[in-house]
């Protein structure tokens, strides 16, 4: 007899905790509103998951502290590793969806991952807030009504940006592309392929690499053969390090700027004495005078995290700030929505009028035809010094 | 409990519709990966649980099958009822090509192909962008239902996968994957063709994964490379060996666990892997049938089902339906120039039971492989009634009408009683009819009186051995061989056993016996053919075999004039064996052996082959452990210490077969021999040199090289270097020529001369009663006498050696 | 271009063999082998880089204690994921070891974190350039390493007692038995040696790439296949098929892209075998699995 026992257990309790929840869910009235977010929190791409995750929270931190959204309800962040795996974020937001019962899902650094995700978050009519993932068509996926919004980068613009950094600092007449190869790697050879075409210049040639790849330096190779006088990166810390590991190996001084991938991870010490050599992209500085906004987060943020202690610390800062506005944002949506239903949620993000925020002050950020709050004037490039991400200056 | 197990069944499906219906869609959604993962389970549950191999690629399967039903629907615009029937068909095309390359090899080797098809097939879906969108995968892949329903459509396709494996185990193909696992050479000899089998079994398993792949994708609507890491491969394995391989519910108790427990222990999150791990490693300790496996012992005793009383005349007429002689002519093979079998003709007419005997050595079990299939000869014809089945393979010979059992038993350990014989009937066909009234009265017939439910593998030897006649007979063969049937059973069974393979010759069968039991051969046999180093020196009707000098000679050793020795009185004792018993697994061998050895004394150990003298050698070295009773050696006790401790107390064994290292060098060898010492100087080579001057030339030859005298020699020196308290020879004459084997014996007694204790086990009766201070004589794996070396060779040992039981001499 | 990929090949290709020969010294003995072999290079790195960065030991006396370690998991996996199967009869060490790869896997992940980490090096910061081809100096060493270990192993088994004892072992373990040879005890160096190998492997190869919890997988299986392609039982076929292995792999890298490479080369792997099923070096393959 026990074995029926045990059998039966294993297969009826899941059914039983399924229905549960459901009698649970609508039991509760004054419980927390619950912030979802699928990001990369281990792996090469860990810091990319830890930084929003602050930004989130700091963020979340200040609306409790006011008493919360909707008659009191605090915030609550419910966190899922998708390991940079297409197929695991997409199965942690079903379950942020169905068991955790999320408000919103916040996406983290990687595109695939996005990619994956907004199909379903359209079929669930759950918004879903991309707050570091670059590739066009995460937001511009042609759903009707689209639940995708981002606070974020898009390649298009960021590419334009790349390819003119490139031209103004370093006189670059013909780039070579050397990006990684998945979706977001290909969204941004077309972003930067109509780039250059824009302002008139040639790429020298475009080499390709996997996550993986331990030794870029026969596509360097290529490029260098193929003439290419300025290098522009588009891949994540560790193959992004490896990159500047075999410029180094060949002694190529050739200067190298790079899309904001390689700020999620320990860059620096995976690329070591040559990281410095990379010009990037991120959406904000803490360096530098700031705004109110920015005086109050990097306080909050060193009073809150003891390895923080100046605006260096704050690392990667693109993380922390789109995730500090978009959670922001996200408040002023839920309180226009009245709701945590999805779409009444949709409806409140694009209904904004204006805010206040850390990178910029926003107006209108999302409409019908946008739903991206961030466009070509918000970037700044930068670059490592030590651990520290400082501007670029002159 | 009929009732209670529907009622069960049915709150079972009712909560699993429940939850994909009812419940929000991610529980539906964990109910189909469930579903999906119990799946693939299931296929690998064919592979490995019955065919009984690895695969770490079902991950591969898994992904092309999805990426097929992806494209199918993505692109080229067919529904999902039409894309998964082709995806799966796609998936079992490109296993049966992968099994070509795949089941050349087996273990590590089978294992690391299907590891690099699984990295291939993710490398392809990566690279092949425009099929199947790279790195970012395929997504809108669209499904049949919305998720509860497409999971409830898995979790029906699980079921029936569950239903269809139950009852593909008692299948014709179930029965013989398991039986090629279990063993291969048994199966050849019931006509099972492995290859074929093999296959079926890799290209199911693929399909399953192929199908479960379709309806993953399906499920999530999205795939991507990533969807199908490796280390999937390795949780698919897990589920199969956590649930318990072979088991039917098996693969779901293990998907279960490998799904739903991160749902439980969601606090473990971090640990989960690490908490998989470590009770994977648990269950393998403790639970090595896995969870189901364990469940099942536990609650599910083997329950004997009452039957009708067998009919043996049933029996009877099967084995009566097929007739034919056995005949073979000039057969001849060659081992890398040791000719094992030189050119004997061999004929087993129907109704009569034809005997192989000979010394160790001669060839017999090479000539029952020879005729049977399992090895091919170098020249030479063998004909089954008019069929040719020379150089046959031993599944087409056991189809021709030829049926052999083995050495040592072997019967398909993971399968009942009935279903060996069953699979005997069925002589390697993939389908057809195996009447259990028949098999029962095959078993009746050989007098298995035991459960027919029982495992073979827990059956005891007598019944190993009955079970795999019965299953022999059920080919319905006109020939059947057998390969030292008598072996490790009491003088009562060999009687049942004697007048079992009478009455099956008297039913038209051509019996071929190949037996050491001289007493089982003279009493049965209708011709006996002696074997001696590959040749027949003799044949004839036994009492005409008993008096050929010949075969005295090959037994006993040439009576040349070999002058004895004078016995010398009994020295301070130095081994005292009381009380022994010893054998292999649940053959005992050896029973209650005393023997004592005093220092400086030379003690003969006699008996006929198969008494258990190289048991007893084993058994007093050490290389069979454990061994009931006491072994006292100069103070020290050795029936519990291992054959290295049992060498460094000063025992040392020069074993049977001279076992020197092959690729190592002579003088490599010798200084082996000196490991139990830490004083070991070079001058000790010279001295064995000395001793043994033909191995001074070869000194540094690989001892592979040597000739079989050599390689003796080599032997005793190598034992000798250990300066021994006691040396064990066993069977030192063993295929050597006359006068290699009388310089030999020189030795010994020069050794003897000074003072070395000598324990030797020999054939050459007359060369050891010639050196021996004294003797014992062991039959049946018992002492049947001991004395001086006079008295032993006059009273028995003739009729010891060739027939009748000898009387104990005191 | 040509020279890079020469370089490259070597490098990984004799790390690669120096796995692998662990592979081979215990399967020649007992039949066996580590599954999660992979995990004892992850060992050795991550150890290296825990005392010599994390708490700021010097090199020289980092690296023989994470070897030490090494050699010591060797013995634990021997000891609980191996004998007590061997001892049953069974194949399930396969999976044992596999789950205690899982095992160890797991615990650096919780000890060491999730990210990939550096191990600085100075002999993989200052290339020596000629042309347009620079390498590290480690890049160098590494084969040198690789090949002069698998050189001492060599000189180990045939030039010392313990050696022969092993080869002893290797032909005919009853009869090793009989000369009062531990053969069990020996099993168990050979793990030692096996996981100290690839510890050895682990550390040299951490400088050129990173060091992270997961690093071991596709070594070992690389090492794996490079083993079974060298025939499990001969060490210099071994050694051999790992610099094979690693020049297929960056030529493919270099010329097809790196898309490619694991087609390739797993595609290598499949046609040797079924070519030559037992290795291509594999004159007499003892499969016991």
Same mark, same amino acid.
């Given at each position: 007899m026990?074995?029926?026992?045990?059998?039966?257990?294993?297969?009826?309790?899941?059914?039983?905790?399924?229905?549960?929840?459901?009698?649970?869910?609508?039991?509760?009235?004054?419980?927390?509103? *619950?912030? &979802? #977010?699928?990001?990369?929190?281990? %792996?090469?791409?860990?810091?990319?998951?830890? $930084?929003? !995750?602050?930004?989130?929270?700091?963020?979340?931190?200040?609306?409790?502290?006011?008493?919360?959204?909707?008659?009191?309800?605090?915030?609550?962040?419910?966190?899922?590793?998708?390991?940079?795996?297409?197929?695991k974020g997409q199965t942690a937001a079903r379950e942020l969806i169905d068991k955790e019962g999320v408000a919103i899902i916040f996406g983290g650094i990687d595109s695939p991952v996005s990619l994956a995700i907004a199909p379903l978050m359209n079929t669930a009519k759950?918004?879903?807030?991309?707050?570091?993932?670059?590739?066009?068509?995460?937001?511009?996926?042609?759903?009707?009504?689209?639940?995708?919004?981002?606070?974020?980068?898009?390649?298009?613009?960021?590419?334009?940006?790349?390819?003119?950094?490139?031209?103004?600092?370093?006189?670059?007449? *013909?780039? &070579? #592309?050397?990006?990684?190869?998945? %979706?977001?790697?290909?969204?941004?050879?077309? $972003?930067? !392929?109509?780039?250059?075409?824009?302002?008139?210049?040639?790429?020298?040639?475009?080499?390709k690499f996997d996550d993986k790849d331990a030794d870029m330096t026969p596509q360097l190779q290529r490029l260098r053969e193929a003439g290419a006088d300025t290098l522009i990166l588009v891949g994540n810390a560790a193959p992004g390090a490896q990159v500047v590991k075999g410029l180094q190996r060949s002694a190529w001084t050739v200067p190298i700027v790079s899309h904001w991938g390689i700020s999620g991870g320990r860059f620096p010490e995976l690329a070591g004495s040559w990281a410095g050599k990379v010009h990037f992209v991120q959406t904000y500085s803490f360096f530098g005078s700031q705004n109110d906004v920015g005086k109050r987060v990097l306080a909050a943020m060193m009073a809150k995290y003891p390895d923080v202690k100046g605006p260096g610390d704050v690392t990667p800062p693109v993380g922390v700030a789109n995730a500090y506005d978009a959670m922001q944002l996200t408040a002023l949506a839920l309180a226009k929505a009245g709701s945590t239903d999805g779409t009444k949620l949709r409806e409140g993000f694009l209904g904004i009028e204006s805010y206040q925020g850390l990178i910029k002050n926003y107006t209108k950020p999302f409409t019908d035809d946008n739903h991206d709050a961030l466009n070509e004037n918000d970037y700044v490039m930068v670059r490592y010094n030590g651990d520290q991400i400082e501007p670029i200056t002159g | 409990m009929k009732a209670i197990f529907f009622v069960i069944a049915a709150l079972l499906a009712a909560g699993v519709a429940a939850t994909c219906l009812l419940a929000p869609g991610y529980y539906a959604y964990l109910m189909g990966t469930l579903a999906t993962t119990a799946l693939v389970g299931v296929g690998l549950n064919v592979l490995l649980g019955l065919a009984g191999e690895v695969s770490l690629g079902q991950g591969g399967f898994l992904a092309l099958g999805a990426y097929g039903v992806g494209i199918l629907t993505t692109k080229a615009g067919l529904n999902f009822w039409e894309a998964l029937p082709l995806a799966v068909l796609l998936v079992a095309a490109i296993s049966a090509v992968l099994s070509i390359p795949a089941l050349r090899v087996t273990g590590p080797y089978l294992a690391m192909v299907t590891i690099a098809f699984g990295f291939?097939?993710?490398?392809?879906?990566?690279?092949?962008?425009?099929?199947?969108?790279?790195?970012?995968?395929?997504?809108?892949?669209?499904?049949?239902?919305?998720?509860?329903?497409?999971?409830?459509?898995?979790?029906?396709?699980?079921?029936?996968?569950?239903?269809?494996?139950?009852?593909?185990?008692?299948?014709?193909?179930?029965?013989?994957?398991?039986?090629?696992?279990a063993a291969p050479a048994a199966a050849r000899g019931i006509g099972i063709s492995a290859l074929p089998v093999r296959t079926a079994a890799f290209v199911l398993a693929a399909v399953a994964a192929g199908l479960a792949g379709g309806l993953q994708a399906a499920l999530t609507g999205f795939i991507a490379p990533s969807s199908f890491p490796f280390s999937q491969s390795i949780l698919f394995l897990l589920v199969v060996v956590l649930g318990g391989a072979g088991r039917t519910l098996g693969p779901l108790v293990g998907a279960a666990v490998v799904v739903l427990l991160p749902e439980f222990l969601a606090s473990l999150a971090e640990y989960r892997l690490l908490v998989f791990g470590a009770g994977l490693l648990i269950v393998l300790w403790i639970a090595p049938d896995g969870i189901a496996g364990a469940i099942a012992r536990l609650v599910m005793p083997q329950a004997s089902v009452p039957h009708a009383r067998p009919d043996i005349d049933l029996a009877l007429a099967h084995i009566a339906g097929s007739s034919g002689s056995l005949v073979a002519e000039g057969v001849r093979v060659a081992f890398g120039g040791v000719v094992a079998v030189a050119g004997v003709d061999l004929t087993a007419p129907p109704g009569r039971v034809t005997s192989v005997i000979g010394p160790n050595g001669a060839g017999k079990t090479t000539l029952l492989n020879l005729v049977s299939g399992f090895q091919r000869p170098d020249t030479g014809k063998v004909h089954v009634g008019s069929a040719d089945i020379t150089g046959q393979p031993a599944y087409d010979a056991a189809r021709a009408g030829l049926a052999r059992t083995f050495q040592t038993a072997q019967p398909f350990g993971g399968l009942s009683v009935l279903d060996n014989v069953r699979l005997g009937l069925l002589r390697g066909a993939w389908r057809g009819e195996a009447p259990e009234a028949l098999a029962r009265a095959l078993l009746a017939l050989v007098g298995y009186t035991g459960s027919e439910t029982r495992l073979a593998a827990t059956l005891p030897h007598v019944d190993r051995r009955l079970v795999e006649i019965a299953r022999a007979l059920a080919t319905k063969p006109a020939v059947l061989l057998l390969d030292e049937p008598a072996a490790g059973l009491d003088d009562a069974d060999t009687a049942k056993l004697g007048s079992l393979l009478q009455r099956l010759a008297r039913a038209g069968l051509a019996v071929v016996l190949v037996e050491h039991d001289m007493s089982l051969v003279m009493s049965i046999s209708d011709e006996i053919v002696v074997l001696d180093a590959g040749r027949r020196i003799a044949s004839g009707v036994p009492a005409a075999v008993r008096a050929d000098p010949a075969v005295k000679a090959a037994y006993l050793g040439a009576t040349t004039s070999?002058?004895?020795?004078?016995?010398?009185?009994?020295?301070?004792?130095?081994?005292?064996?009381?009380?022994?018993?010893?054998?292999?697994?649940?053959?005992?061998?050896?029973?209650?052996?005393?023997?004592?050895?005093?220092?400086?004394?030379?003690?003969?150990?006699?008996?006929?082959?198969?008494?258990?003298?190289?048991?007893?050698?084993?058994?007093?070295?050490?290389?069979?452990?454990?061994?009931?009773?006491?072994?006292?050696?100069?103070?020290?006790?050795?029936?519990?210490?291992?054959?290295?401790?049992?060498?460094?107390?000063?025992?040392?064994?020069?074993?049977?077969?001279?076992?020197?290292?092959?690729?190592l060098t002579v003088a490599e060898n010798l200084r082996l021999g000196a490991t139990r010492r830490g004083d070991f100087d070079n001058a000790e080579i010279e001295a064995m040199l000395e001793r043994f001057p033909r191995l001074r030339p070869r000194l540094h030859t690989a001892a592979g090289l040597l000739s079989g005298g050599e390689q003796q020699m080599l032997a005793v020196a190598r034992g000798l270097l250990a300066r021994p308290d006691i040396l064990l020879l066993d069977e030192p004459s063993l295929g050597l020529a006359p006068a290699v084997a009388a310089e030999l014996f020189g030795q010994f007694t020069r050794l003897r001369e000074e003072g070395m204790t000598l324990l030797i086990v020999d054939q050459m009766a007359d060369h050891v009663l010639a050196i021996a201070d004294r003797g014992y004589v062991i039959s049946g794996g018992r002492v049947v006498a001991q004395g001086a070396p006079s008295q032993l060779r006059d009273a028995m040992l003739d009729d010891a050696y060739l027939g009748a039981h000898p009387a104990v001499v005191n | 271009m040509l020279a890079t990929a020469i370089v490259s090949g070597l490098s990984l290709g004799s790390i690669y063999g120096l796995i692998a020969l662990g592979f081979t010294l215990t399967f020649a003995v007992s039949g066996t082998v580590n599954f999660a072999q992979g995990s004892s290079v992850m060992l050795g790195a991550v150890l290296c880089h825990t005392l010599a960065v994390g708490m700021r030991w010097p090199m020289i006396s980092a690296v023989p204690v994470a070897l030490l370690a090494c050699a010591i998991w060797g013995l634990v996996v021997e000891r609980i994921a191996v004998r007590p199967f061997v001892a049953r009869g069974t194949n399930s060490w396969l999976m044992a070891t596999v789950a205690l790869g899982i095992v160890l896997d797991n615990v650096a992940m919780v000890l060491f974190g999730k990210e990939p980490r550096a191990l600085p090096s100075a002999l993989a910061d200052d290339p020596w350039v000629i042309g347009n081809v620079g390498i590290f100096p480690l890049q160098v060493l590494v084969p040198v390493v690789g090949l002069g270990l698998a050189l001492l192993v060599h000189l180990g088994m045939h030039r010392t007692a313990l050696g022969l004892k092993l080869r002893a072992a290797v032909e005919n373990p009853d009869a090793a038995r009989l000369m009062s040879i531990d053969v069990t005890m020996l099993i168990a160096l050979t793990y030692a040696a096996a996981a100290l190998l690839a510890g050895i492997g682990g550390i040299l190869i951490a400088p050129l790439y990173n060091v992270a919890y997961d690093m071991g997988t596709l070594f070992g299986i690389k090492a794996f296949a490079v083993a079974i392609l060298g025939g499990l039982t001969n060490p210099w076929g071994v050694v051999i098929a790992g610099l094979a292995y690693g020049l297929v792999e960056a030529c493919a890298t270099t010329w097809l892209g790196s898309g490619s490479t694991q087609i390739v080369t797993f595609t290598a792997v499949i046609a040797a075998l079924a070519l030559a099923p037992s290795g291509l070096f594999g004159g007499r393959a003892k499969v016991r699995v």
């Open positions: 026990p074995t029926r026992l045990t059998r039966r257990q294993a297969l009826v309790l899941p059914a039983g905790v399924a229905l549960g929840s459901l009698v649970g869910r609508s039991a509760m009235a004054a419980e927390p509103i *619950k912030i &979802g #977010l699928v990001a990369a929190l281990s %792996g090469q791409s860990a810091k990319s998951g830890e $930084g929003i !995750t602050r930004g989130i929270t700091i963020a979340i931190d200040e609306i409790n502290a006011r008493g919360g959204l909707l008659g009191g309800r605090m915030l609550e962040l419910v966190r899922r590793d998708d390991e940079s795996n297409p197929a759950v918004p879903f807030m991309g707050v570091w993932a670059a590739a066009t068509n995460i937001t511009r996926n042609g759903a009707n009504p689209n639940f995708v919004f981002r606070v974020s980068a898009v390649d298009v613009l960021v590419d334009r940006a790349l390819i003119k950094h490139a031209m103004t600092s370093f006189s670059s007449k *013909k780039p &070579g #592309l050397i990006l990684v190869n998945n %979706g977001w790697g290909e969204s941004n050879l077309a $972003g930067l !392929t109509a780039a250059a075409e824009a302002a008139g210049i040639k790429l020298a040639a475009a080499e | 291939i097939v993710e490398s392809v879906s990566v690279e092949w962008q425009g099929l199947t969108g790279g790195a970012s995968g395929l997504a809108g892949i669209p499904a049949p239902f919305g998720t509860g329903g497409t999971a409830l459509l898995a979790c029906a396709l699980c079921v029936l996968a569950l239903v269809l494996f139950y009852y593909f185990t008692r299948s014709p193909l179930g029965l013989a994957m398991q039986a090629t696992a070999i002058e004895p020795l004078a016995p010398r009185p009994a020295g301070a004792p130095l081994l005292d064996v009381r009380d022994l018993n010893a054998g292999y697994g649940p053959l005992g061998v050896l029973h209650q052996i005393g023997l004592r050895v005093g220092r400086g004394e030379t003690i003969a150990v006699l008996g006929p082959n198969g008494a258990g003298k190289s048991t007893l050698m084993k058994a007093l070295s050490g290389l069979i452990r454990p061994v009931e009773g006491a072994i006292g050696f100069g103070g020290v006790e050795l029936a519990r210490l291992p054959a290295h401790l049992v060498a460094r107390a000063g025992l040392i064994l020069v074993p049977e077969g001279r076992q020197v290292f092959p690729q | -």
